[in-house]
T-cell receptor, first 116, second 115 residues
Framework: DTEVTQTPKHLVMGMTNKKSLKCEQH?????MYWYKQKAKKPPELMFV???????INESVPSRFSPECPNSSLLNLHLHALQPEDSALYLC???????????????FGAGSRLTVL | AQSVTQPDIHITVSEGASLELRCNYS??????LFWYVQSPGQGLQLLLK??????LVQGIKGFEAEFKRSQSSFNLRKPSVHWSDAAEYFC?????????????FGGGTRLMVKP
């Protein structure tokens, strides 16, 4: 299995809703990432988990709350979002976050979020 | 800090024609370089990467890229474009010591293919 699976593919939510995005990989990777991608822009790093511990938070607002329940799963909990948070949210994984060399990111297909 | 520039926002080529997408990077040492492709509404797929060694690297789908240190460039090429190559292409750079969580993307180049 060489895939990163993200669910749901599409999500529409109101500003008062609470929802979650989910990401799963079974490649034995120990680093997992959340990226945010606005239309016609490159992906921007949000969070990095290394060995199930949060290692990087790129100054992301607290209305985004990541969680890594185990080495295969990564969630992004959403609460009180704003319309400008509408974007494609990409999950990625790699063998390790701190190594060099063969540390290549494998991306999921993304979750398209629309905040009304 | 490293940075990546993709000078061409849009490129249109005819099917069967050759393709070159430009990428220039800024980094003090030898970086790790990547090209990713993204079809509409999809995630990113790795086309190829350069870490060290031979400066001409081969990737998937018939793509290749050449690392030129003197020009700080890592241009992507394909000898004959297919209609299915229409997508967004991102060049990315990472410092050698911490490739995963320090990946910096260029702004992307959107490739359109004319029949």
């Amino acid at each position: 299995d060489t895939e990163v699976t993200q669910t749901p593919k599409h999500l529409v939510m109101g500003m008062t809703n609470k929802k979650s995005l989910k990401c799963e990989q079974h490649m034995g990777h120990r680093a997992m990432y959340w990226y945010k991608q606005k239309a016609k822009k490159p992906p921007e790093l949000m969070f990095v988990y290394s060995y199930e511990k949060l290692s990087i938070n790129e100054s992301v607002p607290s209305r985004f709350s990541p969680e890594c329940p185990n080495s295969s799963l990564l969630n992004l909990h959403l609460h009180a979002l704003q319309p400008e948070d509408s974007a494609l949210y990409l999950c990625a994984s790699s063998q390790e976050a701190q190594s060099s060399g063969a540390n290549v990111l494998t991306f999921g297909a993304g979750s398209r979020l629309t905040v009304l | 800090a490293q940075s990546v520039t993709q000078p061409d926002i849009h490129i249109t080529v005819s099917e069967g024609a050759s393709l070159e997408l430009r990428c220039n990077y800024s980094y003090g040492a030898t970086p790790y370089l990547f090209w990713y492709v993204q079809s509409p509404g999809q995630g990113l797929q790795l086309l190829l990467k350069y870490f060290s060694g031979d400066t001409l690297v081969q990737g998937i789908k018939g793509f290749e890229a050449e690392f030129k240190r003197s020009q700080s460039s890592f241009n992507l090429r394909k000898p004959s474009v297919h209609w299915s190559d229409a997508a967004e292409y991102f060049c990315a750079v990472a410092p050698g010591y911490n490739a995963g969580n320090m990946l910096t993307f260029g702004g992307g180049t959107r490739l359109m293919v004319k029949p």
